[in-house]
């Protein structure tokens, strides 16, 4: 148990599946009121909340389309309505949208990647500083991608680059909040199954992103949670800010080899 996570009022946007469900629920096992975002999978969501409190922790269900900035503004204040305090927002909201040739790149389509990846994080963070100033400090946890450093597969560079957008903001936004006693980090997984695959990853690139990872498998969403709770918890990471911490199985020098594959 991570004792200073209990009784934090923590935000996890995309919270209904993947990731962003893996860490809610984490976060409420070790005792914090977790705030259970969705888009529209309103039946998943609904049982990530189920299972917390089954489980004996507290949560509550928003919805909000993150790609509205009033509806981040929204799903923020509801947060910090229900739980009387915001002290940890997670960025998890976001996706591929579509694998798109840059010939076929279209104004919507860039406007649709850079909102839901980008404008979003931004939106939530303004939305999010000042309850945090409130509560005398908090923590800013983003989600990148390893898709921001070598730049994505094939029709994902538009998300690589959104995500690379969200790695620099990270870096700026430690810098500029630090006074606040807000951290801001980042967290890049790499090939996680999720349904982001199931989305956008034929069964022959999972093989081929697969074949170059060194532990010889595909992550799993309960192995990113462990890099929110430390990042989320001042008792364990009350000097770091401003870092991105990788997810993805591979040590540094064999990341290059997924340039040409992962998105």
Do not use: W
């Amino acid at each position: 148990m991570i004792d200073d996570l209990k009784g934090q009022a923590v935000l996890v946007t995309g919270a209904s599946t993947g990731i962003g469900a893996a860490a809610a629920k984490a976060f409420a096992a070790h005792g914090a009121r977790v705030a259970v975002h969705y888009n529209s999978s309103r039946a998943e969501a609904d049982q990530v909340v189920a299972d917390i409190r089954a489980a004996g922790g507290e949560a509550i269900v928003l919805q909000g389309d993150v790609t509205s900035s009033a509806a981040c503004h929204d799903i923020v204040n509801r947060a910090a309505e229900a739980f009387g305090r915001l002290d940890v927002l997670v960025n998890n909201a976001g996706g591929l949208v579509q694998r798109v040739p840059i010939e076929q790149m279209s104004d919507e389509m860039f406007d649709k990647v850079l909102h839901l990846n980008v404008r979003s994080a931004l939106t939530c963070i303004a939305a999010a500083v000042p309850h945090m100033r409130k509560a005398g400090g908090g923590r800013v946890i983003n989600v990148t991608s390893v898709a921001a450093r070598h730049g994505g597969g094939p029709g994902a560079v538009l998300y690589a680059g959104s995500k690379g957008m969200v790695s620099t903001m990270t870096r700026g936004l430690a810098k500029e909040l630090v006074k606040d006693n807000i951290r801001v980090n980042a967290v890049a997984p790499g090939v996680i199954y999720t349904p982001f695959h199931d989305r956008y990853s034929t069964p022959q690139m999972l093989d081929a992103f697969k074949a170059t990872i060194p532990m010889n498998r595909i992550g799993d969403s309960d192995e990113c949670v462990g890099a929110f709770l430390y990042l989320a918890s001042n008792q364990m990471s009350s000097y770091v800010t401003g870092q991105i911490l990788e997810v993805n199985g591979r040590s540094e020098e064999h990341t290059s080899e997924l340039q040409s594959l992962s998105s």
